[in-house]
């Protein structure tokens, strides 16, 4: 379990974290979700003790993170998968980290195994691609078998075969009653892999809680409905007091009534139904609504290239547009 209370982080006048109070708990994976700049990166790494809060606590399985004895058997991390010496083994990096936990040699052959980096054990480092980069690393986390699994953009690099892994991966330890924390960009694999969510924007905790009622409570969610009797299913609607949206296409869109009372409702009084379909927005389109207003970067792409939004100019007004590079180096 991780426990952070009123965990606060300024730098000078900039408050990257803003007294930030949850618990991540032990059995689901816990999705960590902001937009650019919300300071998840900053909470991760006062996890760790890597960087000193400015004003509250972080505890891991109720203490904090330097008083834990062998950390690696409490607490295992993913932050940064380049933070390795490229001119060591793959083996001789996992080595020299239980070495220095008490973690005995034969766990180094288990985690590579587990990775699938057995048969790369004895190449540098340095050698790797991002994606065996992400797997090294991903090994490093697991080395001490914790309790506590903590990871950041762990599919980065990951080919689909690898991000489907990973997936399955966080999902098995969670399932064994570790508590396993994960933060990403990819909304579309979060949704796939985490059970419930923490979303930040600007430092503050903007939602704490399950993935479908995250879903639910920041998304319009209606039923569809589509039928060659249109017009009697609207006077069969509008009878039963049920609120419509005319769409296009003939279609009919309910709020607030369930598809299973509606489908009942039709039956009753024989209107044939071609479609019959509840709709809720995906996590994306969630997140997107919640975080609007904590977005610190924004693009300006309809105004690329203005004064007062400064971004790249369209290729028609880009100095040199038309001409071939070659002429541009010899400047005629």
Not at 143 to 158: A, K, Q, R, S, Y
Not at 304 to 309: F, L, M, R, S
Request: charged fraction near 20%; charge should be neutral; hydrophobic fraction near 40%.
């Amino acid at each position: 379990m991780i426990e952070l209370e009123g965990l606060t982080k300024r730098y000078g006048e900039k408050v990257a974290v803003n007294n930030l109070t949850c618990t991540v708990h032990p059995g689901v994976v816990t999705g960590f979700l902001g937009p650019n700049g919300a300071g998840k990166s900053t909470t991760m790494r006062m996890m760790l003790g890597l960087d000193n809060p400015s004003a509250g606590t972080v505890r891991i399985d109720g203490k904090h993170y330097s008083q834990l004895r062998d950390p690696l058997k409490c607490i295992g991390a993913l932050l940064d998968a380049k933070a390795m010496h490229g001119g060591r083994s793959a083996f001789n990096h996992l080595l020299c980290l239980a070495q220095s936990n008490g973690i005995p040699r034969a766990r180094v052959g288990e985690v590579l195994d587990t990775v699938g980096l057995t048969a790369v054990a004895k190449k540098k480092a340095k050698g790797f691609s991002l994606g065996m980069g992400q797997r090294l690393g991903i090994a490093g986390a697991l080395l001490g078998d914790p309790e506590i699994l903590m990871f950041d953009e762990p599919v980065n690099g990951l080919d689909p075969e690898g991000i489907h892994w990973i997936r399955n991966l966080m999902k098995t330890l969670a399932s064994q009653g570790r508590t396993v924390f994960v933060s990403s960009h990819l909304m579309s694999e979060m949704a796939l892999t985490a059970d419930h969510l923490v979303v930040i924007g600007q430092g503050r905790l903007l939602a704490d809680t399950s993935m479908s009622d995250f879903i639910r409570r920041n998304s319009r969610s209606y039923v569809r409905l589509r039928s060659p009797e249109r017009e009697r299913l609207l006077d069969v609607l509008h009878g039963a007091g049920v609120t419509v949206t005319q769409a296009g296409d003939g279609v009919l869109e309910v709020d607030g009534t369930a598809a299973e009372e509606l489908g009942e409702l039709a039956a009753s009084h024989r209107v044939v139904l071609h479609e019959l379909s509840p709709q809720q927005a995906s996590l994306e389109e969630a997140f997107m609504r919640l975080t609007a207003e904590s977005v610190e970067y924004h693009a300006h792409s309809d105004h690329a290239g203005h004064p007062d939004h400064p971004g790249p100019l369209p290729p028609d007004r880009a100095p040199g547009w038309g001409e071939s590079w070659q002429q541009r180096r010899k400047g005629t």
